[in-house]
């Protein structure tokens, strides 16, 4: 079997638990503990502060210890931190350990992200895996997320916890079929990223926030203000999934052959106006056309972003590289999170959503400035 293939696979096992449970975390706080916005806001913030470390300390590990032993030992870590806090369950713990299992997922995410550049040098063969690697990981989406709202409402948060620790364990078996790739010898000190990868950075913390929203922002914006079900918002986030598992691969393979630099500005255009229409939206069939909509900007940034990322690293600090890359992804898609939180609760949703737009439209223009 491909590297692409595997990776895909584990990556729908480890996405199918998260998507259970992730997207209704801020929620379970707000509902279950009755803990106010203004702290699942701080939480949020949190969580980006402890993903980033993650995506530090497991980009710095994996180009010493190896990427295939740097995923095993985290993967297995998150899926006791989320078992740990099933059982438990109060608010102070389920916190905390969410927070601890984000460390150890974020140290996973970029091994596996590092392994795929390890494996590929090409920039239209970058694109292609990535996307294949994406295909896995929203098939994963889809099914969870679809379920996850129906599962929210029946059995709690608390048991989606579990399930969502279960799945992770699962995932660690497909890893014994991977090889650990060749590659230089690592460096001892950290290796500086070039000025083009920095400022590549800078805008794709920009293009991460907005990926961040097609989450606990839409389930809260559709469940918490447009009193749709969570039945109903989970299947709408399944839009997402269901969308990137049958067209990413040929979208990949289209886009491969383009300028990094127009196709990142014409996905990120297209994000940008999907959110900006957001507070026009007042139904089910509104949401789901421009949920399509948003998605098919998702499909076009996200795997040329990664491939970007891979080929602007150093092959001996990949890992390293990767994990500022893997900052950027996850600080920006917590702080979306964060970001909302705040706008829905001081200032009124609509702000929130043109913000939102406007970071998108600002990324798409930088693209085309910095790439090009």
């Not at 997320?145 to 279960?166: D, K, M, P, Q």
């Not at 230089?184 to 990868?197: L, N, W, Y």
């Not at 399944?238 to 990142?264: T, Y």
Request: glycine letters at 10%.
């Amino acid at each position: 079997m491909r590297p692409e293939d595997r990776l895909a696979i584990i990556g729908a096992l480890r996405v199918l638990g998260f998507s259970i449970t992730m997207p209704f975390a801020g929620l379970a706080l707000n509902l279950d503990f009755r803990e106010p916005l203004a702290m699942v806001s701080e939480f949020y913030a949190m969580l980006a502060a402890v993903s980033a470390l993650g995506q530090v300390v497991g980009g710095y590990v994996s180009d010493r210890a190896g990427r295939l032993r740097t995923m095993t030992v985290s993967g297995l870590l998150a899926s006791l931190g989320l078992a740990s806090a099933a059982l438990l369950w109060r608010a102070a713990a389920v916190e905390a350990l969410l927070l601890a299992q984000s460390f150890f997922s974020s140290a996973y995410s970029v091994a596996s992200m590092a392994i795929l550049g390890d494996y590929f040098s090409e920039h239209s063969s970058l694109v292609k895996a990535y996307g294949r690697f994406r295909v896995g990981s929203n098939l994963g989406w889809a099914i969870g997320i679809g379920v996850g709202g129906e599962l929210y409402a029946l059995i709690g948060f608390r048991w989606l916890l579990a399930v969502t620790s279960a799945a992770l364990a699962t995932s660690l078996a497909a890893l014994w079929g991977l090889r650990e790739p060749p590659r230089g010898e690592p460096t001892v000190a950290f290796e500086r990223p070039t000025a083009v990868m920095i400022k590549f950075l800078a805008l794709t913390f920009m293009s991460f926030i907005i990926a961040g929203l097609m989450g606990y922002p839409l389930v809260q914006y559709l469940s918490g203000f447009l009193r749709i079900s969570t039945s109903y918002s989970g299947a709408l986030l399944a839009i997402n999934g269901l969308m990137v598992v049958l067209l990413q691969d040929a979208i990949a393979k289209r886009v491969s052959a383009h300028s990094p630099a127009k196709s990142l500005a014409v996905g990120m255009a297209i994000y940008g106006l999907g959110y900006g229409l957001m507070p026009m939206i007042n139904d089910v069939a509104a949401a789901a056309i421009d949920i399509a909509l948003i998605t098919l900007g998702e499909m076009i940034v996200m795997p040329v972003s990664s491939a970007v990322a891979a080929e602007l690293s150093s092959p001996r600090s990949r890992g390293s590289h990767m994990g500022l890359y893997g900052i950027a992804n996850s600080v920006g898609r917590n702080l979306a999170s964060a970001l909302f939180a705040a706008a829905a609760y001081s200032l009124g949703i609509s702000y929130g959503w043109a913000l939102m737009a406007s970071i998108a439209m600002a990324s798409s223009v930088g693209y085309l400035a910095v790439l090009d």
